[in-house]
């Protein structure tokens, strides 16, 4: 059976990250043999990881990344992800708010008779 040799022959990994490192237990880090540790991103690396982050989006041309990022400091990737995404929320937010205020139809009805008469 080809299973059991895989299995066999098999190289596995354990990778574990934590933010919290003095509280782990002595007995996982006498099994985990190499330890490292993973810093927080500077304003510059901030920059690259919300480009990475936005890549695809539909942004503005003149997104200053430079400038998010450092209004960012000692946020982590994870954390400008979350950032982004209600970031995102904003305009839809908004728009229901519009909607709900009847500021929305009328903003409609201005864009319908603008097209009708130009």
């Keep these: 059976m080809v299973l059991p ?17 003095s509280e782990l237990d002595e007995a996982i880090l006498r099994r985990l043999p190499q330890a ?13 990881i919300l480009k990475v982050i936005l890549r695809g989006e539909k942004v503005e041309d003149t997104i200053d990344y430079d400038g998010i990022a450092s209004l960012c400091d000692g946020y982590a990737g994870s954390d400008l992800l979350e950032l ?13 708010n519009d909607e709900k205020s009847g ?3 009328a903003v409609l009805l201005h864009m319908e008779l603008i097209e009708l008469c130009c």
């Design 84 to 96: 982004c995404k209600k970031a995102a929320y904003f305009p839809i937010r908004d728009l229901l």
């Design 5 to 21: 040799q895989i299995v066999e022959n098999a190289r596995v990994m354990v990778l574990a990250a934590t933010n919290r490192p």
């Design 103 to 105: 500021k929305l139809t």
């Design 36 to 48: 490292f540790e993973i810093g927080m991103p500077n304003r510059r690396e901030r920059a690259e």
